[in-house]
């Protein structure tokens, strides 16, 4: 358990933490490591056969002592490397005092290996060990985290590197693995309670009369009066970005803190790859490195067309490689500012260790607005272009009425959020005024719809537009290869994102995990789910056990990937086949969302392929076929709990294996 506070902590140590802050030593040591060399102070395990060894340990990252759980003694843990078209043996042992379980984010896996429990297997029990047995089907940068409890919180995470069988289509000299996480010193049950309580808690940045003046004098008294309004008949605050910041997390890189200032080597001249991983539970980052331009080279470890940045958002569980070429100093700083810019975390690339560069000042506070949150009659975000010049042409001024919020009881229809056979215009049906699903109407756990949402591909997100920086958006993400699919969904299945704010209720259609049906798909179909997002959260989606394959405004493929971020008042929709026989998760990343329900389990069963819905430009192969080869996708954590409950979970069945085995190599 967490200990309450020895001392007090500074505001200024609790953000940049101790220079030495870490793993203290002493304490619990796992008795076999099998350590291969070290990157950059993170071990890394080599191989096809892994032990791993789960417990608990005491960390200091601020001054306070407080207990972790950690994989081999370390935070993070080891960087597990092992090559594609291995047979993979991962032996888990559990040491801790109560159950564990592991899930490898976005490695394909039969789904009884996919660590969910309660869903795909029964956890690792204390004292017991599980061996975790799968084919490496595909290449690139994964990562792997606790599904068990909030472990995930207290330090059970790593990055996975799949070196590739073939030659990548770029070249590079070096590489680091820079793994983004926040740490609390507090016990992440007594936060969850809290925010149960007080959802609002955390959020520091609230407007105050010298901001009303201001924006009086911006936007006239009237309108500034009117926004004030807007806002408190919803009872909601244009602030409300993140749940927890930094007044009660420290952001660290590679298990250190900022001012304990990780360092990644380069040689002037080298081509450095950096495998950027969002491992966080509760954050959204937006990263940069001044003076320094990115080449994004693969999303979610699937190759992408090269595309130059020199600032990127990522969700919770994305991932990113980019490629650096560090020129004209000796140092420079890999910044990465939570979204609500309470603190940060940063690192340093250095051509040898105690350099450093200049650390940016955070960027001012970011505020909400009526358009950014899909309310028709406002002007959205402007399509301004992406950092490829693309724009969102789904994204003009909208019109209509503003949705209703409190006692929500906007536009219903029996079929939203179930299955539509009658996409045949994707791109005019993303312009069509909002309909809700039945269960969202006059629900006490659902307080604000979005009446227009958009796509909003081009958009890199509040707070980065017209920053004088490049900036990626999901738009300038275009994988490297066709869709290996090829075929039109058969159906859709048209989901929304609700919630709660004030009570941090969280759920998909208003209803929570607890009260909800599993989403059935038929092995073999393809399917195009909808997402529209009711709430003013940005939500990173996950869909274990399969790829989501991004589709533009048009209905087009655009990316692969294994989770998606769904920002306030947009609606994305991605494509989905269904190639992996048995039970996964299908959640939000966000840890306290998902344990408070926005959580449903997905069903691959046995069963008649729906016709496509209409022809699509790239199709080919008959609908009803099998699925076409390609590399499948998982990832997420444990089932949650009921409302009000922290992770319990009791046994369940195994899922069975796959009958087949429908997977490639989706860089080719």
């Known amino acids: 358990m967490t200990r309450p506070f020895e001392r007090a902590t500074t505001r200024r140590r609790f953000v940049q933490g101790l220079a030495a802050g870490g793993v203290l030593a002493g304490g619990w040591l796992p008795s076999r490591t099998g350590l291969a060399a070290a ?176 924006d009086s004098k911006r936007d006239g008294f009237g309108n500034a009066l009117e926004d004030r309004f807007a806002w408190a008949r919803m009872r909601m605050t244009p602030a409300d970005l993140a749940d927890v910041g930094g007044h009660a997390y420290t952001y660290l890189v590679n298990g250190r803190t900022p001012a304990g200032n990780w360092t990644g080597l380069f040689a002037p001249g080298e081509r450095v790859r950096l495998r950027i991983i969002n491992g966080s539970a509760m954050t959204t980052f937006d990263v940069r490195i001044p ?195 090829g075929r039109a969904p058969g159906r859709t299945i048209e989901l929304h994102l609700t919630g709660h704010m004030d009570r941090f209720l969280w759920s998909f259609d208003g209803v929570p995990f607890a009260g909800a049906e599993p989403l059935v798909l038929n092995y073999g179909e393809r399917v195009r789910f909808v997402l529209a997002n009711d709430t003013m959260m940005e939500h990173p989606i996950h869909l274990h056990g399969m790829w989501s394959d991004l589709e533009d405004e048009h209905g087009e493929f655009l990316v692969r990937k294994h989770t998606v971020s769904i920002p306030p008042g947009t609606k994305r929709s991605f494509r989905v086949t269904a190639d992996a026989l048995g039970r996964w998760a299908f959640h939000c990343h966000l840890l306290y969302h998902m344990t408070a329900g926005m959580f449903r389990e997905v069903r691959v069963e046995e069963g008649p392929v729906p016709p496509a819905e209409h022809e699509h430009q790239h199709a080919h192969g008959d609908a009803s076929a099998p699925p076409a080869e390609h590399a499948g996708h998982e990832h997420s954590p444990a089932a949650p709990a009921a409302e009000g409950e922290t992770h319990e979970h009791g046994p369940a069945e195994p899922a069975p294996e796959p009958a087949h085995d429908h997977s490639q190599h989706a860089h080719d």
């Open 291 to 485: 003076g320094l331009a990115m080449t994004v080279v693969a999303a979610d470890g699937q190759h992408v067309r090269p595309v130059e940045v020199e600032e990127f958002r990522m969700g919770a569980a994305e991932v990113l490689d980019v490629i650096v070429e560090p020129r004209g100093a000796d140092a420079f700083t890999v910044f990465a500012q939570s979204l609500d810019r309470s603190g940060y975390a940063r690192a340093t690339l250095a051509v040898r260790e105690g350099l450093e560069a200049a650390v940016p000042v955070l960027d001012p506070p970011i505020y909400l607005s009526m358009a950014d949150m899909g309310h028709a009659g406002d002007a959205m975000p402007a399509a301004e272009p992406s950092a490829t010049g693309h724009a969102d042409h789904g994204d003009a001024t909208s019109a209509g009425e503003h949705a209703a919020h409190g006692d929500v009881g906007a536009t219903t229809s029996e079929h939203a959020g179930h299955e539509s056979h009658a996409a045949s215009d994707h791109a005019a049906h993303t312009m069509q005024p909002q309909t809700h699903p039945a269960t969202e109407t006059h629900n006490p756990a659902v307080d604000m719809q979005s009446s227009m949402p958009m796509p909003r591909l081009a958009d890199p997100g509040v707070g980065l537009r017209d920053n004088g920086r490049r900036v990626l958006a999901y738009v300038d993400l275009r994988s490297a290869f066709a869709d290996p699919d």
């Open 39 to 214: 990157s950059a102070d993170i071990a890394t395990l080599r191989g096809p056969a892994i032990d791993l060894v789960i417990g608990a340990r005491e960390v200091s990252f601020t001054g306070a002592t407080r207990t972790a759980t950690l994989a081999n003694g370390t935070l993070p843990g080891p960087i597990l490397r092992w090559r594609e078209g291995d047979d993979i043996t991962l032996r888990v042992r559990n040491e801790l005092a109560t159950d564990t379980a592991i899930h490898w984010h976005g490695v394909l896996t039969p789904s009884n290996m996919d660590g969910v429990p309660g869903m795909s297997f029964h956890g690792i029990a204390p004292g017991e060990t599980f061996t975790y047995r799968f084919h490496a089907r595909q290449n690139g940068t994964y990562w792997y985290h606790a599904h068990a409890d909030f472990q995930e919180q207290t330090g059970l995470y790593g990055a996975i590197v799949i070196e590739p069988r073939e030659p990548e289509p770029f070249r590079f000299d070096r590489e680091h693995v820079v793994l983004l996480s926040d740490w609390t010193d507090r016990d992440p049950r007594d936060l969850y309670l809290l925010l149960k309580r007080h959802s609002d808690y955390f959020n520091y940045n609230q407007r105050t009369l010298g901001d009303f003046v201001r």
